[in-house]
């Protein structure tokens, strides 16, 4: 079983639409976790670290469920710009190397 | 704002030669990273640099090298390329070990023939 697990998707949504993806991690012993966006063949970038209480920016909330360890991103109001590969990232307490999740492609359409 | 900057952004390499990537970061972090990035697999450390004067193996540093030359820059070399070794190669760096966000410079595109 991977570290780290994410559906590939693609989602494929219409614009406006509410979209969310999961991610769930083997280790129960995480202590940090964060979603990256990734543009094609281009490099990752912070999109938003994940907190215990659930955290919110603009038009994304992050949620983390240590009980069934998972953490959820969920989109609402897509845009066309929000059109990426979005990954999952967990730092375990054991050490500090940050483990990614493979990805989940989402397509906005007009 | 240049950030993380790798250099090259592109390259093809014939099996057993051996070649170098460099990474610099101007964030004054003390902590770097290479990863490699295959089709369908997440990010996957290669070698890491806690801080200056430090490295550590990752997940798949065999076959690889890394020098931290000083604190703003981290390189990787590939002593005998291989066609495994074909690859997105992704420089990064943090401020700190734990629990810091790494930053990403724009990647390598390797290929190995």
């Known amino acids: 079983r991977k570290e780290v697990e994410q559906d590939p998707g693609p989602f494929n949504v219409p614009e406006g639409a509410t979209v969310a993806f999961n991610c769930t991690y083997s280790?129960?012993?995480?202590?940090?976790f964060f979603w990256y966006r990734q543009d094609c063949r281009k490099e990752p970038k912070l999109l938003m670290s994940?907190?215990?209480s659930g955290n919110e920016d603009g038009r994304f909330t992050a949620q983390l469920n240590r009980a069934s360890q998972y953490i959820s991103l969920l989109i609402r109001d897509s845009k066309l710009s929000d059109s990426a590969t979005y990954l999952c990232?967990?730092?375990?307490?054991?050490?500090?190397?940050?483990?990614f999740g493979a990805g989940t492609r989402l397509t906005v359409k007009p | 704002n240049a950030g993380v900057t790798q250099t090259p952004k592109f390259q093809v390499l014939k099996t057993g030669q051996s070649m170098t990537l460099q990474c610099a970061q101007d964030?004054?972090?003390?902590?770097m990273y290479w990863y490699r990035q295959d089709p369908g697999m997440g990010l996957r450390l290669i070698y890491y640099?806690?801080?200056?004067?430090?490295?550590d193996k990752g997940e798949v540093p065999n076959g690889y090298n890394v020098s931290r030359l000083n604190k703003r820059e981290f390189s990787l070399r590939l002593e005998s390329a291989a066609p495994s070794q074909t690859s997105v190669y992704f420089c990064?760096?943090?401020?700190?070990?734990?629990?810091?966000?790494?930053?990403f410079g724009d990647g390598t595109r390797l290929s190995i023939l």
């Open positions: 990064a760096s943090s401020l700190g070990r734990v629990n810091q966000p790494q930053h």
């Open positions: 280790n129960s012993a995480s202590q940090s």
């Open positions: 994940v907190y215990s």
């Open positions: 990232v967990v730092i375990p307490w054991n050490n500090n190397d940050m483990r």
């Open positions: 964030m004054n972090h003390n902590s």
């Open positions: 640099s806690a801080s200056e004067g430090t490295t």
